[in-house]
């Protein structure tokens, strides 16, 4: 009797490994869309010890729109992880699947697990139930798809491999460019002999220096290495808009092109000056311009001594003689 | 007669002009050298934080044992038990400059230390490096003598001698690369511009040997043999080939590729890196532009058309092969043979993703607006007009200084360490922006002032022909007979004058180009504050931010001044009380200063070379007390030294640093997890701590005590009350706390008996025989307890 119940245990497991792996063929990242149908089939009515591991990402379509929570792009790179293990590990599979699972069509699920904030990752092991599967901690995603593999890798055992990432440019995409490139060059060589191009207007080098100073001077590469937000929401009162930091260590997006932007213009001011408004020959027009772009350049340094001061909170102080006090 | 009278009051202007020069130049040069002072006047003369100290120890070795014992030296005190090749990995110029000029003293009898020279070569260097960033600017806008010189060179030198970015590398004591290498870079683009106005070989060959020296000097040479190409492609492709281009590029690349090759540190670098390939590519391309233009030259323009699309097809043909082996032989190397640096400036996200080490390094870091406040202060606000003044004429040299600015102002985006190479140029920007600004309102103030509008036509001319050189060929070819002016100057002139000719329309419409004079009066007014701003600014960054040694620090509380020198008590009590043999084990900040103050042995050092040795220190400082004992045991270890400032709340000490070395132990030792030290994805040390955290080498060497010295064990720095207070060391034992508690030094506790508990058991006097022969038989088995 043992015998036989052992064995019809195992087909059924058998069954439905092979429905899973069959389920994961045909999504094209290889992360199969559970349901409250599919989950009590594939785990619930399963008896543990299960022959695999479900990795179960929790989606919310209505939240997609919430940049803060990024989960489109955690959906991404759980594509990522997925099919990179699958391809990494043609023979472990059947181990681990991963899955995915959308509130609107799952929301009992959802409860059953417990889940009421997003991201949420769980990996349910082959001994655990819905309520004792392992959460996956906010730092295990901070870090993507590497992360996510290796909490997978320190708690189920079995090995992610290399992440593959899609490539910027598909093959294709990538044999067009390189046509039209080459296409383009006799074109170009002609024209640039005749010295005909765009790259031969002055103007637009001065436009393009100016950019990329007003560029850096605003921290810009800062706010990309680092991600920073544009602007924060006050922690105090929701409804107002944080759009400066104080501490020199950090600063905000629009703070930096704010900042950025009363560099470039004091000096853009000067030399239309000294180089355009000279030329004008109307004494007034000379008058009023120059009144305006004193006082705007003035109050452009005054603003950013000041934002200086209380950002960094540096005493800048002069060295008087002792006896000046 | 009137007109030999204008000529003779204008050559005394132009030799007042060129005399005033003079000593703004001389007196620059001294407030360029003195305000870098302040550290020697607060402190003492003393050399500064880390990386000197190497400097430092390797220009005595260089002072004591000469040139080729330095070239051949096998460092066996660092990176035990590997060592270090020292002379073939170093890069030589600072060393070579500081010993040379130790020797020329003490030949000349003046017997100063090492010591004090290597403490005063950067303030030297840094006034060279401000005259050379006037003679860089004289060669881009082509300002003849006179006055207006005089005005654009102190606008220059007074921008480049106090800008506080440079000033925070070369100030009095900080013996670093930089000190020297931004000389070099600026005097390398000096040459090659003056090279670019003349059409000289003789500047050309200088530029090369330029370039050997900054090649020596720092390993931001590749800076400059990118940027130069950079600047011929630009220039061809906008159709400004010529022939001086040709003799300013060609023999830079051969005679510098063949030069830096001979420095042991870049050796076949400098043909086999990526770094480099952008200056051969470009070699190829204008030797197929100059055969084009040759070919152009003896054909008549027919035969030219008919032989360009033969010539172009060649040349592209030619082009796209060598691009192709160059893709390939990138390629084949794992990194695109791109060093980790140079790759994180192009794609400024890859350090942070791939080397913890080069993102650990503070000033690897991306600045913030306010770190250009502070380093280059009101010249941010000024450089957009300088760009605007080089683009009104654009000329090769001037179009090379805008590439400078938007280059190094990129990278400076990326890494705050690279503001250093910005200032330069934005002080050449400012200097040019505010000198033609003084130029525009001065004139509109002189021709408008009511009191010499009787003279004023008289004036006019002058005032023209004084502050107006370079929109005046005609006049500076009147002079040329009269002129005690060397040769090559003329030449250049002439060169200028075939650039700048279209501009220069007329001498009266000059006279009209003026501005109402009230508001020119408050503008001049305007700038001169801003100028003293600036002024105040820098020296106050000078004496305030930038003049801590860091190895003796300072605070001012209501009760005085304190000042905690636990740094050299700490290495003093390592170089009396420890055996010379001993290794001392501490994160690799701290190596080079162990080996040159306290003369020990270090397992790492600030050469982070070999990113194993360092995260098996890194592994060790964030085991358990005995893992980390046994991985300190099988280096030799027999001291370990941690930086604590929770009681003193100095911030930069090694619980503050821990996240790197768990970052960088586990990129090589997967057993370590980063995980396991945060708790909400931050460390902490107080009662939330993770238990890994709390048992971990590093807590429990700096916190060990800590609670007795107030009985709450209140951290200063991380301002809480830390997680676990009493607790016992089994491994290390404590041989010495300094003053403050900012450096502990621990003793590995020598390897414990197996038999010990044996021997408690039986008391018994007659085992002791037998315990003394057990004793010996385990001596030899490593011991596990």
């Given amino acids: 009797m043992v015998a036989v119940s052992t064995a019809t245990a195992s087909d059924d497991e058998d069954e439905r490994v092979s429905e899973l792996l069959s389920l994961q063929s045909r999504s094209k990242s290889g992360v199969i869309r559970l349901n409250d149908q599919s989950l009590a089939r594939y785990i619930t009515s399963v008896k543990p010890p299960r022959p695999y591991s479900i990795l179960l990402f929790f989606d919310a379509a209505q939240l997609h729109d919430k940049a803060e929570l990024r989960l489109t792009e955690l959906r991404n790179e759980f594509s990522i992880v997925a099919s ?123 436009a393009g220096s100016v950019f990329v100073y007003f560029f850096s001077v605003s921290g810009a590469m800062h706010n990309i290495i680092r991600k920073m937000p544009m602007f924060l929401v006050d922690r105090n009162d929701p409804s107002k808009l944080v759009f400066f930091y104080q501490g020199s260590g950090m600063q905000l997006g629009a703070e930096g092109f704010a900042v950025g932007f009363l560099y470039t213009v004091v000096g853009l001011l000067l030399a239309f000056m000294t180089h355009g408004l000279v030329r004008i020959s109307n004494v007034s027009v000379q008058r009023v311009v120059m009144i305006f772009a004193l006082l705007v350049s003035f109050l452009a340094v005054k603003q950013v001594v000041y934002l200086d001061n209380w950002k960094t909170g540096y005493g800048i102080h002069g060295f008087w003689p002792s006896s000046w006090n | 007669m009137a007109a030999s009278d204008a000529h003779s009051g204008a050559s005394i202007r132009h030799a007042f002009g060129n005399v005033l020069g003079f000593f703004i130049l001389l007196l620059i040069g001294v407030l360029a050298f003195s305000i870098r002072l302040f550290s020697v006047i607060k402190y003492e003369s003393v050399i500064h934080e880390f990386d000197p100290y190497f400097n430092y120890r390797v220009t005595q070795f260089l002072t004591k044992n000469g040139i080729y014992d330095f070239w051949n030296w096998f460092d066996d005190r660092t990176w035990y038990p590997l ?100 000389f070099a870079l600026i005097f390398t683009f000096y040459l090659y511009i003056k090279t670019l106005n003349t059409g000289s070989l003789f500047y050309a060959t200088l530029n090369s040997i330029a370039y050997f020296y900054m090649v020596c000097s720092w390993g931001g040479y590749t800076f400059i043999i990118n940027l130069i190409p950079m600047h011929v492609l630009l220039c061809i492709v906008t159709g400004r080939y010529s022939s001086r281009l040709y003799i300013a590029y060609a023999p830079l690349v051969v005679l510098g590729t063949l030069l830096a090759s001979l420095v042991p540190v870049v050796g076949f670098n400098a043909v086999m890196t990526s770094e480099h390939f952008a200056s051969f590519l470009v070699f190829i391309i204008i030797h197929v532009v100059a055969l084009v233009y040759y ?111 938007v280059t190094s102002v990129y990278f400076s985006g990326v890494m705050v360490r690279l503001m250093l190479v910005l200032a330069p140029a934005a002080c050449i920007l400012s200097g040019i922006a505010l000198s033609q600004a003084f130029d525009v309102f001065t004139r509109s103030i002189k021709l408008q002032l009511p009191s010499v509008s009787g003279q004023s036509n008289v004036d006019a001319g002058e005032a023209s022909s004084g502050n107006v050189v370079p929109n005046d060929p005609v006049k500076t070819d009147k002079n040329e007979d009269t002129s005690k002016e060397r040769t090559s100057k003329k030449s250049k002139k002439k060169e200028k004058e075939h650039v700048e000719k279209p501009v220069s329309k007329s001498q ?44 003796v620090l300072t605070s001012h509380s209501h009760d005085g001044l304190h000042v905690f020198d636990d740094f050299r008590e700490a290495y003093a009590w390592l170089s009396h009380n420890t055996e010379i043999d001993d290794k001392v084990a501490s994160w ?70 821990f996240l790197w070395m768990v970052r960088i132990g586990g990129g090589v030792f997967p057993h370590i997890k980063e995980p396991d030290y945060l708790r909400d994805g931050q460390y902490r040390i107080d009662s939330m701590a993770t238990p890994t955290m709390l048992n971990c080498l590093m807590y429990k060497l700096s916190y060990y005590r800590f609670v007795e010295t107030d009985g709450k064990a209140f951290d200063r720095v991380r301002r809480t009350e830390i997680g676990k207070k009493y607790f016992k060391l089994t491994h290390f034992e404590e041989v010495f706390t300094t003053h403050h508690w900012m450096v502990r030094i621990y003793k590995l506790k020598p390897p414990k008996n197996r038999i010990r508990g044996k021997i408690k058991k039986s008391k018994s006097v007659q085992n002791k025989l037998e315990n003394k022969l057990e004793k010996k038989r385990t001596k030899k088995e490593p011991l596990l307890v």
């Fill in chain 1, 84 to 206: 990179s293990f699958i391809s990494n590990n043609p023979s472990s599979g059947g181990k681990l699947f991963f899955c995915d699972m959308e509130f609107k069509e799952s929301q009992l699920s959802f409860s059953q697990f417990g889940v009421n904030a997003l991201p949420h990752i769980r990996l349910i092991g082959p001994n655990m139930g819905l309520k004792d599967s392992q959460p996956m901690d906010q730092g295990d995603f901070s870090r993507l798809a590497e992360s996510m593999a290796e909490f997978v890798e320190s708690k189920t055992k079995l090995s992610v491999g290399p992440i593959h990432r899609p490539p910027l440019f598909s093959r294709n995409q990538l044999i067009l460019i390189a046509v039209v490139l080459l296409f383009w060059i006799p074109f170009f060589v002609k024209k640039l002999l005749a010295g005909q191009t765009l790259l031969h207007d002055p103007k637009l080098w001065l």
């Fill in chain 2, 83 to 182: 060592g270090r090749v020292i002379g073939g990995t170093v890069y030589p110029g600072l060393t070579l400059t500081a010993g040379t000029l130790w020797w020329m003293l003490n030949s000349l009898n003046i017997p100063l230390s090492v010591e004090t020279v290597c403490v005063f070569t950067a303030p030297i260097f840094s006034a060279f490096a401000s005259w050379a960033t006037y003679l860089l600017t004289k060669e881009v806008k082509g300002t003849g003598a006179g006055l207006t010189a005089a005005v654009l060179l102190a606008m220059v030198n007074f921008s480049s001698s106090f800008v506080p970015s440079y000033i925070s590398r070369s100030v009095a004591g900080s013996y670093d690369n930089e000190a020297v290498a931004i």
């Fill in chain 2, 295 to 405: 070919i152009k030259g003896i054909l008549s323009p027919k035969m030219f058309k008919v032989a360009l699309a033969l010539v172009v097809s060649a040349g592209l043909a030619v082009c796209c092969a060598m691009v192709a082996v160059l893709i390939a032989l990138v390629a084949s190397s794992p990194t695109k043979g791109w060093s980790g640096r140079s790759l994180s400036l192009l794609d400024p996200t890859y350090a942070s993703k791939y080397i913890p080490i080069i993102a650990s390094v503070s000033e690897h870091q991306p600045p913030t607006w306010p770190s250009y406040f502070m380093d280059i202060n009101v010249l941010a606000f000024l450089v957009p007009a300088g760009i605007i003044a080089c683009f009104s004429p654009l000329s090769d040299a001037s179009s090379f200084v805008v590439l400078y600015i």
């Fill in chain 2, 508 to 551: 009266i419409k000059k006279r009209l180009l003026v501005l109402p004079l009230e508001t020119s009066i408050i503008a001049i007014i305007l700038l001169v504050l801003l100028g003293a701003f600036y002024v105040v600014h820098s020296v106050w960054a000078a004496a305030e931010a930038y003049s801590a040694p860091s190895i």
């Fill in chain 2, 588 to 657: 690799w900040d701290y190596g080079y200063q162990t080996t040159a103050m306290a003369n020990r042995t270090v397992i790492v050092d600030n050469n982070t070379w070999n990113n194993t040795h360092i995260a098996t220190v890194g592994t060790a400082m964030s085991s358990p007390e005995k893992a980390a004992w046994e991985i300190f045991h099988s280096l030799d270890v027999k001291y370990v030294l941690v930086v604590f400032g929770g009681l003193v709340g100095y911030p930069s000490d090694d619980i503050n640093k």
